[in-house]
């Protein structure tokens, strides 16, 4: 695609939007569990009109635009007090989970230069953490294990003790973790820790503007933040369940001292002292004064309040799930607002594909197979929907179809080829696959790529292989 010619008028560029976004998910109806994390159009009114007023701003050097770094300060000690830090707490606004993980992990290498004496320093990262510990520890080379989990999905202390070692740098534990929305035991962990000597990072992504109302909400959950003693750093994001608009995120570490193992700084640039907290060079001003408005906009009442009825939601779907739906279970007892549910007597995947024809988009999990569930704000009231279409949905997929059968004898059949094709043998087929059976591709296209592409996506889905997290 080229430049056109000439700049479009908005009343065109606004029809682009509309043809454009004909086949993204229809978020507002709340047919989905993850991505989006609405806190209702009222507080999102002013969010936006921040996001917008502040887009062109730029948090890069910060003498700029004091009121960047004002707000990012108060972002990071809103945070850092929700999370029982004290005076010594600090941390970075960053621009998501991963950012925040990919520091903590910076800091734990630099950390360890000066005070673990190793010539293989490693991580130790539980295995339900999020795949951004081992993006970072790859990218950085880095050397990992993975901590086994329990019967209840929680990471297995006894195999923790075990691999803990004078090379250990920095364990890695949740609260909660994504894939069955289980709280690590994290005192016991950073015990470990704290005996090891060692760093312990818990990635509260999901749970840092989550766990703190739950909890006043007289929710019984185990410790998980800084008042817990071994702690020295965790990630919030507040574009989850803080309601910021994407890009925000905050690391935090116990004291400053940790915090200077993030910070970058190339004093010999001809263009003058470079100097950066975290991974980002420019900084867009949009998700920063969005942050910071969302958490002031919504204030403790607000969370308090939404966190409440969230949970109530999430509660009513696991009584039921529990009483009334025999098929499928819920994977381990989380605590809070997300779970997996599995079964023994169907297939998931299947059920997810019957989700799917009546609207729902569901992430499909591995290990066991299962499908996750998640709940924020833009649920509060949608329980008996999904519900009621998890019943039928469930009532379709246990029926017996020439159509299922044909699927599932695609992708075995695809699975067994593609152990014995060359690439470009597979790829030849993908393409006529993809014109003709492919369930989802309903109208016929002449387009290769998207062809290839549908395909995969098809294929994907109903195999529970995952391109992203
Ligand atoms: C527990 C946890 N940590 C980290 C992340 C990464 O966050 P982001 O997608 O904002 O980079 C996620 C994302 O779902 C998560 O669930």
New binding site residues.
């Given amino acids: 695609m080229k430049l056109p010619e000439h700049g479009l008028s908005k009343d065109a560029i606004h029809q682009k939007w509309n043809e454009y976004t004909i086949n993204d998910m229809n978020w507002k109806d709340g047919k989905f569990f993850?991505y989006v994390y609405y806190p209702g159009d009222e507080y999102y009114s002013v969010i936006k009109e921040a996001y917008a007023k502040f887009s062109a701003t730029n948090a890069l050097n910060p003498s700029t635009f004091p009121s960047l770094k004002r707000m990012e300060n108060e972002i990071v000690s809103i945070a850092a007090n929700l999370l029982h830090g004290d005076e010594n707490t600090c941390g970075s606004l960053t621009s998501?989970?991963?950012e925040s993980?990919f520091m903590s992990v910076k800091t734990a290498k630099d950390w360890a230069k000066k005070n673990i004496k190793s010539k293989t320093p490693e991580l130790l990262i539980s295995e339900s953490a999020?795949p951004?510990f081992c993006k970072a520890a790859d990218y950085m080379d880095i050397h990992y294990q993975l901590i086994k989990l329990d019967n209840e999905y929680k990471t297995d202390i006894a195999d923790l003790k075990s691999k803990v070692s004078a090379n250990t740098i920095m364990i890695v534990g949740?609260a909660p973790?994504?894939p069955q929305g289980m709280i690590d035991p994290i005192e016991e962990m950073a015990e470990i820790a704290y005996n090891t000597g060692c760093l312990m990072h818990v990635?509260a992504?999901?749970g840092g503007f989550l766990l703190p109302f739950l909890k006043m909400n007289g929710v019984d959950l185990p410790d998980f933040d800084f008042s817990v003693k071994g702690v020295t750093s965790m990630?919030a994001?507040v574009?989850k369940y803080g309601y910021a608009a994407k890009g925000a995120?905050v690391v935090l570490y116990k004291n400053n001292d940790l915090r200077k193992s993030q910070f970058y700084v190339k004093t010999d640039w001809s263009g003058g002292v470079y100097g950066s907290p975290s991974f980002l060079g420019t900084r867009g001003g949009g998700p920063i004064a969005a942050a910071w408005t969302t958490l002031n906009v919504i204030g403790l009442d607000g969370y308090t309040r939404i966190a409440k009825e969230v949970y109530a939601e999430v509660q009513k779907i696991k009584r039921v799930i529990k009483e009334e739906i025999p098929d499928v279970y819920i994977l381990g007892e989380p605590k809070t607002t997300l779970f997996a549910i599995a079964s023994d007597s169907l297939d998931v995947f299947e059920l997810a594909d019957e989700l799917a024809i009546l609207g729902w988009t569901i992430n499909r999990q591995q290990n066991p197979m299962s499908l996750h569930i998640i709940l924020n704000a833009i649920h509060i009231g949608k329980g008996d929907l999904f519900i009621n279409d998890l019943k039928s949905a469930i009532a379709i997929t246990k029926k017996f179809s020439v159509n299922k059968l044909k699927n599932n004898l695609q992708i075995g059949a695809v699975k067994g080829l593609k152990k014995i094709l060359n690439d470009k043998q597979f790829s030849s087929l993908t393409k006529k696959f993809a014109g003709g059976e492919n369930p989802d591709n309903k109208k016929k296209s002449c387009d290769v790529r998207n062809d290839e592409r549908t395909f995969w996506q098809w294929f994907f889905r109903r195999t529970g292989t995952r391109l992203s997290?």
């Fill in positions: 993850g998501g989970g991963t993980i999020h951004a949740s973790q994504y990635d992504c999901v990630s994001d574009h995120s997290g």
